[in-house]
């Protein structure tokens, strides 16, 4: 019968620290929802998981840290999505609208992603004292990559008339208010049997707008 190794000291140290990170993450990300970032201490975090606030500090600087963790974790789900989106499909006017039903589609379903990505500011007070080259590097990804399907649709015959840098901040933060709106229950202005109808047809009649530049 074959023996497996045993974990050595030092990998299993490794692993409890790495499961002691995602524990405290899921514990602050619980509190967050539930009572919101104002409302939440680093002594909150430690009494849900029965640690001790020190504890807690060995692996994070302070509370702001640890949304900006959980910040880029939403980030990296986000991107990934994103991507998904995009596979098998070779004209790009086609995977930027994929993208924007994937963007719609992903703050739908995990509100409490977005509002750590786009509407919360506390990671932003944690980007504002890291020593980065770019100042929101989570954020320049994903923008970076708007723009350069952008570029791609302008290769191909769309937005002759119109400059990317322009174009990309439009295209985002009209799928952030659109998003925004759904996420935040904003869109109560409307009968409540046509918000759903009011969200896709605004979306839909963007991508006319799209289409016409």
């Known amino acids: 019968m074959l023996t497996l ?33 104002d409302q939440v ?19 994070f600087k302070d509370k702001n840290q640890i949304f900006h ?5 939403a ?9 998904t989106s995009q596979q098998g499909i070779a004209n790009p006017m086609d995977r930027l609208i994929k993208m ?10 995990h509100p409490e992603y977005y509002d750590i990505m786009f509407i919360m500011k ?25 723009e350069s399907l952008l570029a791609e649709c302008k290769e191909h015959g769309h937005f002759k008339n119109t400059e ?15 998003c925004s709106l759904k996420v935040r229950d904003r869109l109560r202005i409307y009968p409540e049997e046509s918000r759903e109808e009011m969200f896709t047809k605004a979306f839909d009649t963007f991508k006319q707008i799209l289409l016409t530049l």
């Open 122 to 146: 506390a990671p932003m007070e944690h980007v504002d004292e890291m020593d980065l080259k770019c100042d929101w590097p989570e954020g320049r990804k994903t923008h970076d990559y708007l």
């Open 75 to 83: 980030f990296r789900r986000f991107g990934e999505a994103l991507y």
């Open 5 to 37: 190794p045993s974990m050595g000291v030092k990998e299993r140290k490794e692993r409890e620290k790495l499961e002691k990170r995602e524990l405290i993450l899921e514990a602050a990300h619980n509190l967050f929802l539930e009572r919101g970032f």
């Open 100 to 109: 924007g039903e994937a963007y719609m589609h992903f703050a739908i379903n």
């Open 164 to 178: 990317n840098p322009y174009l990309s901040l439009l295209v985002w933060s009209t799928m952030h208010g659109l």
């Open 41 to 59: 201490s680093i002594r909150n975090i430690a009494e849900a998981i029965e640690y001790s606030p020190a504890t807690i500090y060995l692996y």
């Open 69 to 73: 963790a959980l910040h880029t974790e």
